[in-house]
Each structure stands twice: as C-alpha cells, then as structure tokens.
C-alpha cells in the first residue's frame, strides 16, 4: 500500500518544457544585453537663432544622438534650478519665457534608453517688450524761424535700432527736398532739405515707409 503523501506527490507532478536554444523566448534568442554607460550629446536653439523676441512664447529646435540605446527623453529649465519633467525626446519644442524684459537662456538636458543623463546645453535670447521711441524733428541747431536753407533734421531713437535701413523713400517732406540722409549710429540720423522757397518745411515718416527703425 502507498502511503497517501506519496500518492499525492506521483498525481501531482508538473512537466516543464523548455524552448529549444534558438526559438523564440529561448535562452539563446534572448541572452544579448547592450551595455550603454554614454551619455547622449545635444543642441538647442531659440527661435531658430533669432538674437531678440518681443513675445515669451519661444519655439526651440533640437538635436540630440545617442549611438547605443537610443534617445529616450528630455527636459527644460530657466535657470538650472527648477527643472520641468521629463518628456518624450523631439526636435522642436514650446518654452515660455519668465521675468522681464532681458537676457533670457533656456537650458536642456537629454537622456537616453539606458538611463543616461546628458551634459546641459543652452542658448540665449533677447527679451524685449518695451517699443523703442523715434523721434524725427528738426535739429538742435536749427533756427525756427529761419531765414536760409539747407533746413536740418533729426532722426534719434532712444535705443539702438537698424536706422541704416532708412533712405529717402521712407521719408516725406514737404515744402523742400531731401540733400541727405546721415546715419552714422544706431540711434541717430543728420537730415538736410533744401526749402523749396519761403513757407514751412516739414518731414514725416512715409505712409508706405517699410524701414524696421520707423516701423511700430
């Protein structure tokens, strides 16, 4: 008579079978493993390289290659400090700029499929809300009324602007006509009009003028 333990271990038996070396969820087929100890390298840019924007709002372009595992993720920052959570990996993203107008950088940091962290990269950009103020007027030295000509303007801007781009065809002058256009700096340009004869001169910005100094 076979005692009951024993007929229940012989009723209960279990039969593994394992795949043969080679097939699909083998040992063989699956043994690989990829090593990756090499941080991913990567670039940014704001606004496609743009030096100034006007809006917080900013596009950034990015590029990153890891040659082993694969780019996994990525992640921003304002200042290094307070970072934003990781994302999936992509070659453009949106970013929105903090504070006041000013120098603003934006900083990335890249990571691969095995866990690697890339060093952080970064570019700057020029935040600036604050229009510019043009002025155009006649100059300093000019007498008002005066009794010859050449009558003398003045184009000035309280910061600095592409006034170089202004020419004659961005200027309209009435009761005389233009001699020269001086812009010899960024923020101020000598104008010379010949009076057309006794009355008043005058000089305004163009209605179809499409200089970026004069443009608001």
Known sequence: CIPSRQRWRATNAATLTLPSPGAVSS??????????????????SINAGATYTKVAGVTLTLSAA??????SQMRFSGDTVAWGAWTAYAASASFT???????????VQFSDLAGN???TYSDTIVYDTTA??????????????ST???VLFALTANEALALATVTSADLSITGGTLSSLDCATTTACA????????????????PSQSAPALMS
């Open 97 to 107: 700029l903090a504070g006041s107008d000013g120098t603003k950088s934006v900083y």
């Open 66 to 71: 890891d040659a082993t595992s694969g780019m």
């Open 27 to 44: 040992l063989g087929a699956n043994k690989a493993l990829v090593v990756d100890t090499t941080a991913p390298t990567g670039s940014i």
């Open 191 to 206: 104008i010379v009009v010949t009076a057309s004869g006794d009355g008043t001169v005058s000089i305004a910005p163009s």
């Open 132 to 145: 510019p103020v043009v002025s155009l007027a006649q100059a300093s030295t000019q007498r008002d009324p």
């Open 148 to 150: 010859g000509t050449p």
């Open 117 to 119: 962290t890339s060093a």
